[in-house]
Nanobody, 119 residues
Framework: QVQLVESGGGLVQAGGSLRLSCAAS???????????MGWYRQAPGNRRELVAD???????NYADSIKGRFTISRDNARNTVYLQMNSLKPEDTAVYYC??????????WGQGTQVTVSS
């Protein structure tokens, strides 16, 4: 089992920045089973959607809506993934969920952190 703990959400004005963090913890064998870590978001009435993810080797994938504004990074030694969000827009308002995928496609989810961008 893998546990994910998120931090860094909050309220910010449009144009501002926030940094989300997600730390993974598990037994040593389970930690090394994680390949991809990333962030999804879900706004009221919408489906949960991928924001960005990053593999253990550092390959990244971004949603078109946030390209050029958000940057995902990862510290494998700390089992932590970060999402730096710049130039935030009101439409970025959502609950952001940390996700970890194992090499055999098992998904783990964090509890979610609220990001609210005021206009």
């Amino acid at each position: 089992q893998v546990q994910l703990v998120e931090s860094g959400g909050g309220l910010v004005q449009a144009g501002g920045s926030l940094r989300l963090s997600c730390a993974a913890s598990a037994a040593p064998g389970n930690i090394f089973s994680i390949n991809t870590m990333g962030w999804y978001r879900q706004a009221p009435g919408n489906r949960r959607e991928l924001v960005a993810d990053i593999t253990r080797s550092g390959s990244t994938n971004y949603a078109d809506s946030i390209k050029g504004r958000f940057t995902i990074s990862r510290d494998n030694a700390r089992n932590t993934v970060y999402l730096q969000m710049n130039s935030l827009k009101p439409e970025d308002t959502a609950v952001y969920y940390c996700n970890a995928k194992s090499f055999i496609a098992i998904n783990y989810w964090g509890q979610g952190t609220q990001v609210t961008v005021s206009s």
